[in-house]
């Protein structure tokens, strides 16, 4: 029943400086928290003033921002502190919000009309049935748990019109994705309220009476190693997975500009090539220098169970992870990579007598903008050419486009001063970068 859909690289951002990471490494979309009600709450996450401002960054570069509002909510944070929270970021154009709490599904339906919801993992939409009941409900998307198999995710994708998500990398929970209780259980800090403590990665000793069932050098009994799924990607997309989530809110922007540029490339690969699709060495030992538990496991894809999945010795602390994808990432955010940049074509009227005038087109939307300044005079001694004219129209750096083309009403007779040009090259590209941007936002429904 699934329709076909363009298939989304989702980047996991636990801070502002993460969210850029992901972005200029290729993701297509992010998912990140707030300053409360999230599942990360130990994660930098990004303040109330920056939210907007990070989606308009992702709306720019024409790609998403979803918020986790996922943890379980008290009853008396849902009508005052909640609404209050997302009441601006709904303004602002956020694209979705993942959610655990049925409550809250049901008060975001109703309070935040055309928002796409997305199902938790945390809510175990784990098979058809329940597919097919959010569905029904409103929702636009569920998070399948990652203890699933290929044969019963693409069960799910048949049974309803939803888009599908799966972790496609990072951490496994122990117990079922999100359902654990344990570090509630042993240190007062409940999963569900975003505090995790991650009591299954410390060491223990299994005792069966009076038998040792666990081994001195091998305490680790529960700490299960990292998913990782680029040797199944194109099975991934042939059962039916719309979005390929990494895991990692935690971790470092290093960690996330690693991971998300080797899924890009490989994702890429799996969509265009899936015939001659092979992982190289070297980019597994990349994904391994930049976070592992002791090796990579894809078991919940292709089988049931197994012991395998267990790290049981700690992770070597001496390897030094992997800056360089970083760095790369913030070469591109400094506008390097021609291809992170937005292209723009400019036409320029330079005519004696007439209003200079300059107007910015958005090659991907067709969207313009236009400014006009001082009249052009006649020049005496050095008219302003078509090549000087032309290179200050060019000089895009540092607002996030490329200008690809610049076509000219210029008889080369005309003198202006050439900061009057550059002026007007701000002012239409800040002026069309409003209203790429502007393009998300909505307003806030009339309350009765």
């Not at 993460?18 to 707030?34: T, W």
């Not at 040792?212 to 529960?222: E, H, N, T, W």
């Not at 008219?383 to 004219?389: N, T």
Request: proline share 6%; glycine share 8%; aromatic share 8%.
């Amino acid at each position: 029943m699934a329709r076909k859909r363009p298939l989304e690289l989702l980047a996991p951002a636990g801070s502002p400086e993460s969210l850029r990471a992901a972005l200029y490494s290729g993701a297509d979309a992010v998912y990140m928290g707030g300053r409360a009600f999230g599942a990360r709450a130990y994660a930098v996450n990004a303040s109330d003033d920056e939210l907007p401002e990070l989606l308009d960054l992702m709306h720019f570069h024409g790609k998403k921002l979803y918020l986790t509002v996922n943890i379980l909510l008290r009853e008396k944070e849902l009508f005052g502190e909640v609404y209050d929270f997302m009441a601006p970021l709904y303004e602002a154009g956020l694209d979705a919000a993942i959610i655990q709490d049925v409550g809250l599904f049901d008060f975001f339906r109703k309070e935040f009309p055309g928002l796409p919801l997305h199902v938790s993992t945390q809510m175990s939409a784990a098979g058809p049935a329940s597919a097919r009941a959010f569905q029904a409900a409103g929702a636009s998307r569920i998070v399948l748990p990652r203890e699933l198999s290929l044969t019963e995710i693409r069960a799910v994708a048949d049974a309803a019109d939803l888009e599908i998500e799966c972790f496609a990398q990072g951490a496994l929970c122990y117990g079922y994705s999100g359902q654990c209780l344990f570090s509630g259980m042993v240190g007062g800090r409940s999963g569900n309220r975003g505090r995790c403590a991650q009591s299954c990665r410390l060491p223990y000793e299994v005792w069966r009476g009076s038998e040792r069932l666990s081994k001195p050098d091998a305490p680790y009994v529960m700490n299960l190693k990292d998913n990782c799924a680029l040797d199944v990607l194109p099975q991934m997309i042939a059962a039916g997975i719309t979005s390929y989530k990494l895991e990692g809110r935690m971790k470092s922007p290093a960690y996330t500009a690693g991971v998300t540029a080797i899924y890009r490339k490989y994702l890429n690969m799996a969509m265009t090539d899936p015939e001659h699709y092979r992982v190289d060495d070297a980019d597994r030992r990349a994904l391994t220098s930049l976070f592992d538990r002791g090796g990579f496991t894809k078991t919940w894809f292709t089988m049931h169970n197994s012991t395998d999945m267990v790290c049981p010795k700690e992770r070597d602390p001496g390897r030094t992870p992997d800056d360089s994808f970083l760095k790369a990432a913030q070469e591109r955010e400094r506008g390097a990579d021609p291809s992170f940049l937005r292209p723009v074509d400019m036409h320029l009227i330079l005519e004696p007598g007439k209003k200079v005038s300059l107007q910015a087109t958005d090659v991907r939307t067709r969207r313009t903008c236009a400014a006009s300044g001082p009249e052009a005079g006649f020049a005496e001694n050095r008219p302003v050419s078509l090549a000087d004219a032309e290179k200050q129209c060019r000089k895009a750096g540092g607002s996030g486009f490329t200008v690809v083309n610049v076509t000219q009403e210029n008889s080369e007779q005309a003198f202006v001063p050439l900061r009057e040009i550059n002026d007007l090259r701000r002012q239409v590209l800040d002026g069309l970068r409003a209203q790429i941007v502007g393009a998300a936002k909505r307003s806030l429904p009339v309350q009765p």
